[in-house]
């Protein structure tokens, strides 16, 4: 059986663009937190990626309870 991470992690949203990337990394917290609910980057237009935070690995869907790439659970998000 697999041993899972006591750890915790979140899904972020990240653009491919490491220009765009540099900047989405200086926001803010509360810009942070408002980027995440984009589906394009405000800053090239293109549609943002999901990422895990721990392992910066790519995901395909937001409906994981763990990282496929490094086992971390993932919080509950914030629906305040």
Not at 5 to 23: G, L, V
Not at 64 to 69: A, Q, S
């Amino acid at each position: 059986m697999a041993e899972h991470h006591s750890k915790t992690s979140t899904i972020e949203k990240m653009c491919h663009d490491s220009d765009c990337a540099e900047r989405i990394n200086h926001l803010k917290p509360e810009q942070q937190k408002l980027f995440n609910t984009f589906t394009y980057c405000p800053y090239c237009a293109e549609e943002l990626m999901l990422i895990c935070h721990s392992c910066r690995e790519q995901l395909n869907g937001n409906e994981f309870k763990f990282c496929p790439w490094c086992g971390v659970k993932f919080e509950e998000p914030d629906t305040r």
